[in-house]
């Protein structure tokens, strides 16, 4: 069973930059960035599949990057200019097999990481 573990989060100040790395444990083509904050869903933000253009929430896009190492089984999020809003525990997922549509949404996935802490401070 694919298993996920995230890293790199921490506490930055605003307009800092952090890199989530996520270690996958069996390849999957369609992985995705979620964020999460207390009381609210997983919010989409970044999701890259083989085949498909990359997509970005509108509230990262030109920030934040999202990119995969196949040889290394790691997706990576680099997010630049933070801002206090992009604070959250940010998730690693794994689409369920074959998905190809509404990669943003929490729905399309069926394998998540533990989660990472992203602190983005004034």
């Known amino acids: 069973q694919i298993q996920l573990r995230e890293s790199g989060g921490g506490s930055v100040q605003t307009g800092g930059s952090l890199r989530l790395s996520c270690e996958v444990s069996?390849?999957?083509?369609?992985l995705a960035w979620f964020r999460q904050v207390p009381g609210k869903g997983r919010e989409g933000i970044a999701a890259?599949?083989?085949?498909?253009?990359?997509m970005y929430a509108d509230a990262v896009k030109g920030r934040f990057t999202i990119s995969k190492d196949s040889a290394r089984n790691t997706l990576y999020l680099q997010m630049n200019k933070l801002k206090p809003d992009d604070t959250g525990m940010y998730y690693c997922?794994?689409?369920?097999?074959?998905?190809?549509?509404?990669?943003?949404?929490?729905?399309?996935?069926?394998?998540w990481g533990q989660g990472t802490q992203v602190t983005v401070t004034e």
């Open positions: 069996i390849n999957r083509d369609t």
């Open positions: 997922a794994a689409a369920i097999e074959g998905q190809r549509f509404f990669l943003l949404h929490e729905y399309s996935y069926n394998v």
């Open positions: 890259i599949a083989g085949d498909v253009p990359t």
